[in-house]
């Protein structure tokens, strides 16, 4: 037998971290194990992107932009706003089958379970993403800067993608099931990512709506993103973005952390 | 709390009388104590006052119907859930103020299998290695252990998902069991498990017990705490309502049961009327069949015959039994399990 005296250990920030890893690689076990669970995260923007390019992009103008330049950053905006929903139906499964129960009776640390869930999400994104350039340059969209300012917008959205996953952790812990949890997070992504700059610029639409559009965190993301692969200037827009993105993760993050400590 | 003696009788205080008897052996507290806890969930009192203590190394069975609190009270001492009044300590350390180190040595198989149904068997058990802070090696050797030990060996690299009921149960007790923790609880460990696999089952706990394992044990089936359990606490909506060993219990009902089964409803009428004022009649379900408790003695059951031989009445079938642990829960709580 172990001596238990050898286990009992402080949980230190290197356990933490450790635990963190370990449930990031079960769930990315998780995801290979349901690569249906990616396409399906897939198949929605792509579908945007025929619509919007090839239905009513001929009807939406933007100043001094082809349209298809216009549109990819609102696309990968929604890819990973619609993707982040499956963090709140993951946790909520989690919740259900009892699993988060046994590992609140484990030595593990307990923000380990959201860190390890965001985490396997963020890469998650990363494929979902690239998938998304390929769809775009396939359509006809050119980057109309340098690659490293287009590195730099695909890891500003990465960094998005990762903030909403938070906003849905939360969403998941409060749900008593994997379907009220979906239902749930839809009216929020969907009014997140329409009333937006993402399709459309928010200059058409009536001043009430335009009011909340341009002050909430998808406009400043795929602003930012625009300015980044469309050229112009780029620093106000990046600030704002990173600002939203650092604060919805803080709230975010210690309202899903508090919750956690919480369910039952 | 009101308790068994040895001779049946009731005592009040009884957790002091235990108490001494333990201090007498020796000076090691129990493994489990809880005292006094409650939890109510808006207006259910799924935990109203409960106390009993576990002494290392021994079983305690958790017995009562459903919603009697028995998760309720596993989540509390597996530190999943506060208690909303009391106290309760495992291995010494406070379940509330010292939660972290109470993980470190208990194990938990809640009352249906959480285990990563995506995952491989023995991913499932690395994974719960790695979180007990085992080395990547320990985690890995251990999972290999464990799979053979519950037969699960062939099954390991499969996906759960792909598991029989009893298999996915049989992971589940093996995830708990993967740090070697010295204080185990199982929320009802065999529900829903064909007889055999159930047996396979409490062989497995036999050989941890005999390890020196401490545990705790929900059930609902009474022949698992019979054949389990050291001593047997029963609740019934969030109270405890008896505790002891097996035979305590059985003995704390006083009585011997006489069946009989007769040829037509007529006369297994005739019998009821006849037995009515002997004792205390149960179970006539059917309509043929009748059931008396009777005081225990020779004498009762002289009693009976003869009163149905008088009246010319004969059964077909004639039985007397001692009482079961089934008896004793039916006259607690007013209800039958399984
Ligand atoms: N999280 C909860 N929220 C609300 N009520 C709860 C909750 N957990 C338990 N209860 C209620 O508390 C009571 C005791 O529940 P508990 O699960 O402890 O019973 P149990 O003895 O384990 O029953 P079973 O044999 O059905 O598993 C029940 O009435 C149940 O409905
Ligand atoms: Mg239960």
Redesign the interface.
């Known amino acids: 037998m172990v001596p238990a005296r050898a286990r009992v250990r402080r949980l230190t920030l290197g356990w933490t971290v450790r635990d963190s890893l370990t449930v990031t690689k079960r769930n990315l076990l998780t995801l290979t194990r349901n690569p249906e669970l990616v396409v399906f995260a897939t198949i929605q923007p792509v579908l945007f992107v025929l619509m919007f390019r090839y239905v009513f992009g001929g009807a939406i103008q933007v100043p001094g932009e082809d349209y298809v330049n216009f549109l990819m950053p609102g696309i990968w905006a929604q890819a990973v706003v619609f993707g982040a929903v499956s963090t709140a139906v993951g946790l909520a499964e989690d919740l259900q089958s009892g699993l988060i129960e046994r590992f609140r009776s484990l030595p593990m640390a307990p923000s380990a379970v959201l860190v390890g869930r965001t985490n396997a999400d963020l890469v998650r994104d990363v494929f979902v993403i690239a998938l998304m350039c390929v769809v775009g340059f396939l359509v006809g969209f050119r980057n109309q800067t340098d690659a490293l300012a287009f590195l730099a917008a695909l890891l500003l959205m990465l960094a998005f993608g990762y903030s909403m996953a938070w906003v849905f952790a939360v969403f998941g812990l409060r749900a008593p099931n994997a379907e009220t949890a979906q239902a749930a997070a839809f009216p929020v992504m969907a009014v997140l990512v329409f009333a937006s700059s993402a399709f459309v610029p928010t200059e058409t639409m009536p001043g009430w709506l335009q009011v909340f559009a341009d002050h909430q965190p998808v406009t400043a993301v795929v602003d930012a993103v625009r300015a980044l692969v469309l050229g112009g200037p780029t620093a106000s827009y990046v600030v704002t973005a990173v600002a939203w993105i650092v604060g919805i993760v803080v709230v975010f993050g210690t309202l899903a952390v508090v919750r956690y400590r919480r369910v039952t | 709390m009101e308790c068994m003696t040895e001779n049946g009788g009731y005592a009040a205080g009884c957790r002091e009388n235990r108490r001494d008897r333990a201090t007498m052996q020796s000076v090691i507290p129990d493994a489990i104590e809880v005292d006094d806890i409650a939890k109510q969930f808006g207006e259910v009192r799924a935990l109203d006052g409960v106390s009993f203590g576990v002494a290392r190394g021994t079983v305690l069975g958790l017995l009562g119907p459903n919603g009697a609190g028995k998760t309720t009270a596993v989540?509390i001492l597996?530190?999943?859930?506060r208690p909303d009044r009391g106290r309760a300590s495992v291995l010494g350390l406070d379940v509330d103020h010292d939660a972290?180190?109470v993980?470190?040595?208990?194990g938990?198989a809640?009352?249906?299998?959480?285990?990563?149904?995506?995952?491989t068997g023995s991913?499932n058990l690395w994974?719960?290695g790695?979180?007990?802070?085992l080395s990547q090696s320990a985690s890995r050797s251990r999972s290999k252990e464990l799979l053979v030990r519950f037969g699960l060996d062939d099954a390991g690299d499969r996906?759960v998902k792909t598991y029989s009921g009893g298999m996915r149960r049989r992971l589940d007790l093996a995830?708990a069991l993967v740090?070697?923790p010295?204080v185990l609880f199982l929320d009802e460990p065999t529900t829903g498990l064909d007889p055999r696999s159930r047996r396979g089952l409490w062989d497995v706990i036999g050989e941890l017990v005999a390890d020196g394992t401490t545990l705790l044990l929900t059930t609902q089936y009474l022949e698992e705490a019979d054949r389990l359990a050291d001593r047997i606490v029963v609740i019934d909506q969030g109270q405890v309502i008896a505790e002891g060993t097996s035979a305590q219990l059985k003995a704390r009902i006083g009585t011997t049961i006489i069946e009989a089964v007769f040829a037509d409803p007529a006369s297994a009428e005739g019998a009821r009327t006849l037995l009515a004022p002997l004792g205390e009649l149960t179970d006539a379900d059917d309509g043929r069949a009748l059931s008396l408790q009777v005081n225990t003695g020779p004498r009762s059951i002289m009693d009976a015959v003869g009163a149905l031989e008088r009246a010319a009445i004969e059964p077909l079938t004639l039985a007397v039994r001692e009482p079961t642990l089934d008896d004793v829960f039916l006259r607690l709580t007013g209800q039958r399990v399984e």
């Open positions: 989540r597996t530190t999943t859930m972290q180190r993980r470190e040595s208990i938990l809640g009352q249906y299998a959480a285990v990563d149904e995506s995952l991913e994974m719960m790695r979180l007990t802070h996906q995830a740090h070697r010295s």
